[in-house]
């Protein structure tokens, strides 16, 4: 069973920074994709950021465009997400996704149907 571990989410004031970690584990994992996605209260799950595993193309929300990053640690089998400039409105639940399934596109996917397995979550509060 694939596992993937969030952590790094808490409490920051408005233009402060997180890095949220996502850590993959189990038995032998290959991931085609990774993502980041959220939800605030009341609101559907969103795309946040992605990455191709193969050839490393990332792709971003327009909302977080120019403020998150997007990356990864090869060997220690984690993606990471970089969180600059932070707003109240990026207020939310995280989840950290992975696609395990063949996968042929240049962009990463941006659906919550595309991923395979999913992390528990880890809280993100910005203060105004």
């Known amino acids: 069973q694939v596992q993937l571990v969030e952590s790094g989410g808490g409490l920051v004031q408005a233009g402060g920074s997180l890095r949220l970690s996502c850590a993959a584990s189990g038995r032998t994992f290959s991931s085609t994709a990774m993502g980041w996605f959220r939800q605030a209260p009341g609101k559907e799950r969103e795309f946040v950021a992605g990455l191709v595993w193969r050839g490393g193309t990332t792709y971003y929300a327009d909302s977080v465009k120019g403020r998150f990053t997007i990356f990864r640690d090869n060997a220690k089998n984690t993606v990471y997400l970089q969180m600059n400039s932070l707003k109240p409105e990026d207020t939310a639940v995280y989840y950290c996704?992975?696609?395990?399934?063949?996968?042929?596109?240049?962009?990463?996917?941006?659906?919550?149907?595309?991923?395979?397995?999913w992390g528990q979550g880890t809280q993100v509060t910005v203060s105004s």
């Open positions: 996704a992975a696609r395990s399934s063949y996968y042929s596109g240049v962009r990463p996917p941006t659906g919550v149907r595309q991923y395979d397995y």
